[in-house]
């Protein structure tokens, strides 16, 4: 018989939504500065179909996005089971009612996503762990939506000063934008249409 998870802990945030976190989860007590900045910058309304919630946490990014894109499909994905299942509480506490389906998934970035599925792709990495960890799961994560992405599909990352632009991007041909702050910055990579075939 699967072990059950502790009971999750709820809080309500500014704008009068509930997150739930279990144990173990980033930021469990509080949404850090980092995930607040990147709330205020998400894309509103961009016609994205299919969106992915990268290394999802408590799935508060993802959830955001599923109220601005009400038929949009959302996946969150991480490696945490923990994680995931505050993710999938978080998103049924204030998103549940919308049209758009919602996939929760526990496994390694979007290693079995499809080549050309997804329009947008939110990646809020945690920045409390050991520099050699970090950079090697934003590496990780960075390789996956390359191949996941569609044409013009658009990858966001928050990052901790500029550190987050070659890591982030480097796989991805694409263009960036960014939105600063006194500590972080939002990156924004489009993927560029393939040129097989082409002229």
């Given at each position: 018989?699967?072990?059950?998870?502790?009971?999750?802990?709820?809080?309500?945030?500014?704008?009068?939504?509930?997150?739930?976190?279990?144990?173990?989860?980033f930021?469990?007590?509080h949404?850090?500065?980092?995930?607040?900045?990147?709330?205020?910058?998400?894309?509103?309304?961009?016609?994205?179909?299919?969106i992915?919630?990268?290394?999802?946490?408590?799935?508060?990014?993802?959830?955001?996005?599923?109220?601005?894109h009400?038929?949009?499909?959302?996946l969150?994905?991480?490696e945490s089971?923990?994680?995931?299942?505050?993710?999938?509480?978080?998103?049924?506490?204030?998103?549940?009612?919308r049209p758009?389906?919602?996939v929760f998934q526990?496994?390694?970035g979007?290693?079995?996503?499809?080549?050309?599925?997804?329009d947008?792709?939110l990646?809020?990495?945690?920045?409390?762990r050991?520099?050699?960890r970090?950079t090697?799961?934003?590496?990780g994560?960075?390789r996956?939506?390359d191949?996941?992405?569609?044409?013009?599909?658009?990858?966001?990352?928050?990052?901790?000063?500029?550190?987050a632009?070659?890591?982030?991007?480097?796989?991805?041909?694409?263009?960036?934008?960014?939105s600063?702050?006194?500590?972080?910055?939002?990156?924004?990579?489009?993927?560029?249409?393939?040129?097989?075939?082409?002229?």
């Amino acid at each position: 018989m699967a072990a059950q998870l502790p009971a999750p802990r709820r809080r309500r945030r500014p704008g009068g939504r509930t997150v739930v976190n279990h144990a173990g989860v980033f930021c469990a007590e509080h949404l850090d500065i980092g995930t607040r900045f990147f709330l205020q910058h998400l894309p509103d309304g961009s016609g994205a179909r299919r969106i992915v919630d990268l290394g999802c946490g408590n799935g508060v990014v993802g959830t955001s996005a599923a109220l601005t894109h009400p038929d949009a499909e959302i996946l969150f994905t991480d490696e945490s089971h923990q994680a995931v299942a505050s993710a999938r509480a978080t998103y049924a506490a204030n998103a549940g009612d919308r049209p758009g389906g919602a996939v929760f998934q526990v496994g390694d970035g979007l290693a079995e996503a499809e080549p050309d599925s997804v329009d947008l792709v939110l990646n809020n990495p945690p920045f409390t762990r050991t520099r050699r960890r970090r950079t090697r799961r934003r590496r990780g994560c960075s390789r996956r939506p390359d191949a996941a992405l569609a044409p013009g599909g658009e990858l966001w990352v928050v990052g901790a000063g500029t550190s987050a632009t070659t890591s982030s991007c480097a796989a991805c041909s694409a263009t960036v934008n960014s939105s600063r702050a006194t500590k972080f910055v939002v990156l924004k990579a489009v993927k560029r249409p393939s040129r097989r075939g082409g002229a």
